[in-house]
């Protein structure tokens, strides 16, 4: 797995002319490529990686729902000054999110998309980001669920299967459920998220469909990405049997669950064992660093 962004220049020829769905995305927010970043907070260095990824063609994106306003103001205005292409600024519609004041702090410091996720969005939001011009995208991972953002009136669809890195809302993979929300999304474009990292799994996408990937991990493995390099590392040389769905880093958000690489730490919470040996689970929570912990719980 190559470890930088590609800065391929489009062409005369149009690479998405058999692709309408790509086409229409792209145009609709203002990008090059149908290939988006997830809304991961990854602090410190996530507007770099979230302007690289958007100066590359893509759509950037930033996680700032456990952020304070001025935070929040802080990655964005940050963002901003590092690209003038689009790039989301992603909210949790759950646990820390406390609605209007963090999104209206990203909307006044200039964000242009708005990426929300684990929720129905009401017509306040959507009238709160509609007021300041940007573009709405929403994650989700039922066809029941596409039906209410389409009614909501969203710009585009994030369908999450359940190969998808970090917290995970999907129960099914998005390849069992794509069709059923295709036919609900009508003509708002359906990004996939879940497992991609390559052009040929972009590709099957396109042909299914779908509008653009929305990935990741794959961009946590990145010269650009603040990830620690060893973590790099591991992703490069990991395959999805080297994941695993766990709730051990739920961090107040209850029964999250969440996919990272496997790692000895995961197979413990709170000094409860989901399995194995407690007094060893305590001495390696004892000698991990809160670093240590935070770079295991990143997802894969
Ligand atoms: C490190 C990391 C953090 C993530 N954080 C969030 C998050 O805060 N909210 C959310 O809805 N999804 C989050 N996700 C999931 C992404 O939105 C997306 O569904 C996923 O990355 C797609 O799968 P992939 O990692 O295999 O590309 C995160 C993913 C990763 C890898």
């Not at 939001?125 to 007021?131: C, D, E, F, G, P």
């Not at 710009?155 to 917290?167: K, M, R, T, W």
Request: aromatic share 6%.
């Amino acid at each position: 797995m190559s470890q930088t962004i590609s800065r391929t220049s489009a062409t005369a020829h149009d690479p998405f002319d058999r692709f309408p769905k790509a086409a229409a995305f792209v145009k609709k927010v203002g990008i090059k490529f149908p290939l988006c970043q997830a809304a991961m907070d990854l602090g410190p260095g996530m507007a770099e990686l979230a302007a690289a990824v958007s100066n590359a063609g893509g759509m950037g994106a930033m996680g700032l729902s456990w952020h304070t306003e001025d935070e929040v103001r802080s990655f964005v205005t940050r963002a901003r000054a590092l690209t003038a292409a689009p790039f989301a600024a992603g909210f949790v519609m759950q646990g820390s999110w406390h609605g209007a004041t963090q999104l209206a702090a990203a909307l006044e410091s200039g964000a242009p998309v708005i990426l929300f996720s684990w929720g129905t969005l009401s017509p306040e939001t959507v009238a709160l980001v509609r007021s300041f011009g940007a573009k709405i995208g929403i994650q989700i991972s039922t066809a029941l669920a596409a039906r209410k953002a389409v009614d909501a009136g969203v710009d585009y669809i994030s369908l999450q299967g359940q190969e998808a890195g970090g917290h995970v809302q999907a129960m099914q993979s998005w390849r069992d459920v794509i069709g059923s929300v295709l036919h609900e999304a009508g003509d708002v474009p359906v990004l996939v998220a879940g497992g991609l990292a390559n052009g040929k799994a972009l590709r099957e996408v396109l042909s299914l469909g779908g509008a653009g990937g929305l990935l990741g991990t794959r961009f946590l493995a990145t010269r650009e990405s603040p990830a620690h390099d060893d973590y790099k590392r591991r992703l490069a040389l990991a395959s999805s049997a080297d994941t695993m769905l766990t709730v051990c880093f739920d961090k107040g958000w209850t029964n999250a669950l969440h996919r990272a690489l496997r790692a000895e730490v995961a197979h413990y919470r709170d000094d409860r064992p989901l399995s194995g040996d407690i007094e060893r689970a305590r001495d390696l929570l004892r000698r991990c660093t809160p670093q240590q912990l935070s770079e295991a719980a990143v997802g894969a």
